[in-house]
């Protein structure tokens, strides 16, 4: 029901979109994220948007160089990522919720009922 695309290797400073399209019960969901997961690393949360209003959240170490958007009526999410480094290196996978949450609890992967099948991004030095 969530299908990311868009991921690939690129140097260090080049700009990447991953994208990300909902369907099915997934595509109404109030909330939709993005996380990834390095090597031998947890997932950790990247970016988040809720459908109404598009309220933006992210991952300090993001913050500034990555933009979360959505398309409501293409049930699509997108992640720009821009000023790539080695250390974004990772699977990033898509999520979504279909209920509100707290802001506290954005970046908590548990609190996501749906998940794509993560797209490599790999950032070369």
């Known amino acids: 029901q969530l299908q990311a695309s868009g991921g690939g290797l690129v140097q260090a400073g080049d700009s990447l979109r991953l994208s990300c399209a909902a369907s099915g019960r997934s595509a109404s969901s109030a909330i939709m994220g993005w996380f990834r997961q390095a090597p031998g690393k947890e997932r950790e949360f990247v970016a988040a948007i809720m459908r109404s209003p598009s309220s933006t959240y992210y991952a300090n170490g993001v913050k500034g160089r990555f933009i979360i958007s959505r398309d409501n009526a293409k049930n699509t999410v997108y992640l720009q990522m821009n000023s790539l480094k080695h250390e974004d290196t990772a699977v990033y996978y898509c999520?979504?919720?279909?209920?509100?949450?707290?802001?506290?609890?954005?970046?908590?992967?548990?609190?996501?009922?749906?998940w794509g099948q993560g797209t490599q991004v790999t950032v070369s030095s």
């Open positions: 999520s979504a919720r279909r209920n509100r949450v707290v802001v506290s609890a954005v970046g908590d992967y548990r609190q996501y009922d749906y």
